[in-house]
């Protein structure tokens, strides 16, 4: 069984950075692909970035481009989302999730461990 837990979240401001980590247990970490979606209040959840099981590809979601950045470090189970000129519609709770395959992938399906999430807070 796998387990994913968030860490990072928290309350900031307008323009600030924030670096969400997730931390993988079990031995499928390493050739799987892992992912990071957001769900704010009142909304469905919303793909935010992804990479393959060996950081070659990354996808990210159409708001968050050229401001966030997915990584991954396979020594250390644990997969990563840095933040940066954060704005107040990125409040949402952060969730990652761990792919059946080792693509980078922006469809929810094929996502099956997902964590328990981390809320960010983007205050104006």
């Known amino acids: 069984q796998v387990q994913l837990v968030e860490s990072g979240g928290g309350l900031v401001q307008a323009g600030d950075s924030l670096r969400l980590s997730c931390a993988a247990s079990g031995r499928t970490f390493s050739y799987s692909g892992m992912g990071w979606f957001r769900q704010a209040p009142g909304k469905e959840r919303e793909f935010v970035a992804s990479?393959?099981?060996?950081?070659?590809?990354?996808y990210y979601g159409d708001s968050v481009k050229g401001r966030f950045t997915i990584s991954r470090d396979n020594t250390k189970n644990t997969v990563y989302l840095q933040m940066n000129s954060l704005k107040p519609e990125d409040t949402a709770v952060y969730y990652c999730?761990?792919?059946?395959?080792?693509?980078?992938?922006?469809?929810?399906?094929?996502?099956?461990?997902w964590g328990q999430g981390t809320q960010v807070t983007v205050s104006s």
């Open positions: 999730a761990e792919a059946a395959r080792g693509i980078a992938t922006m469809t929810e399906g094929e996502y099956h461990y």
């Open positions: 990479i393959d099981w060996n950081a070659m590809r990354t």
